[in-house]
């Protein structure tokens, strides 16, 4: 995998397109029911708010060992946006995370992109170790982290279960 950005990557139904900021109209709508909000805090932020975030997430992180990647959902079929994948890459460690929009909740959807986002981590060979974390009463998203292979640790951190999987090998 390149150190300098996500490449595009593909599922059955979803093309995950590499963060640009001027993916910040649709995402807003996207994005915009504040039930999104419920076990990770904040509220939704307008297209303004998300294009200024974008630019940052786009940019890269400061930190030269720590690399950002993010990638929006395209639904192939319709051709919308229907939410966003990410990494957060450390050497041989990446935190990863997903969010579908509620309009296209319980299709698959989350569940499709969180397994190919870890398929593509685990495939590129540098990523090792994949975490997640979740809040314990977040059953929607224990369920996709567990399809994507994670498995619950135990460990809490701010409130939340570290979800991990530890690809094989030496």
């Known amino acids: 995998m390149p150190i300098n950005g996500p490449r595009p990557l593909t599922t059955a139904r979803l093309d995950a397109l590499p963060l640009e900021a001027g993916h910040a109209r649709e995402m807003a709508a996207v994005l915009l029911d504040p039930a999104l909000h ?5 509220a939704p932020e307008d297209e303004d708010m998300l294009r200024a975030r974008y630019e940052r997430q786009s940019a890269g992180s400061p930190d030269p060992a720590e690399l950002w990647w993010n ?4 639904e192939r079929a319709e051709g919308r946006l229907v939410g966003y994948v ?3 890459v450390r050497g041989p460690l990446a935190e990863v ?4 929009g509620t309009r296209w909740q ?3 959807y989350a569940r499709e992109a969180a397994k190919g986002l870890v398929t593509h981590l685990l495939d590129g060979g540098a ?3 994949v975490v997640a974390h979740i809040h314990p009463r977040h059953a929607a998203s ?3 982290a567990a399809a994507a292979g994670l498995a619950p640790t135990g460990v809490l951190e701010d409130g939340e279960v570290r979800w991990r999987l530890q690809a094989p090998g030496p």
Request: charged share 10%; proline share 0%; glycine share 16%.
């Open 38 to 42: 419920t076990y990770t805090g904040g």
């Open 71 to 74: 990638w929006v959902l395209r």
């Open 86 to 88: 990410q990494a957060t």
């Open 97 to 100: 995370a997903w969010v579908v």
């Open 106 to 108: 319980g299709r698959g």
């Open 127 to 129: 990523v090792r170790t």
């Open 142 to 144: 224990a369920a996709v």
